[in-house]
Nanobody, 125 residues
Framework: VQLQASGGGLVQPGGSLRLTCVAS????????MAWFRQAPGKEREFVAG????????SYADSLKGRFTMFKDITKNTVYLQMNNLKPEDTGVYYC???????????????????WGQGTQVTVSS
């Protein structure tokens, strides 16, 4: 199983980026996918996730309305659309996958068995 994240970069405050995570070795059907991020000196934190059944999508409270996560099963790919970016959004963004997670553990990093390599997002003027 491999998760390949891309799409990060340097963007000015107020700008947008779309992150992409392509999964290989598994199918997104029946898999929970999530995005996490980690800023220097801080713990990895939950950004957004799509639960494996029902398509329930959850976001970190502070990011609602600015970030949107969606998936394309035909491409085995998940996306994270990030709008109105702020300097505090800076960090390495990781995609993660799990086939066994329960909904209540969606936001817990240790619930995920597969991780991408991360893509750097820097928001700065």
């Amino acid at each position: 199983v491999q998760l390949q994240a891309s799409g990060g970069g340097l963007v000015q405050p107020g700008g947008s980026l779309r992150l992409t995570c392509v999964a290989s070795g598994l199918t997104l059907r029946g898999i929970t996918m999530a995005w996490f991020r980690q800023a220097p000196g801080k713990e990895r934190e939950f950004v957004a996730g799509i639960f494996r059944t029902g398509g329930t999508t959850s976001y970190a409270d502070s990011l609602k309305g600015r970030f949107t996560m969606f998936k394309d099963i035909t491409k085995n790919t998940v996306y994270l659309q990030m709008n109105n970016l702020k300097p505090e959004d800076t960090g390495v963004y990781y995609c993660a996958a799990s086939s066994r997670i329960i909904l209540s553990m969606l936001r817990v990093p240790s619930s995920y068995g597969y991780w991408g390599q991360g893509t750097q997002v820097t928001v700065s003027s």
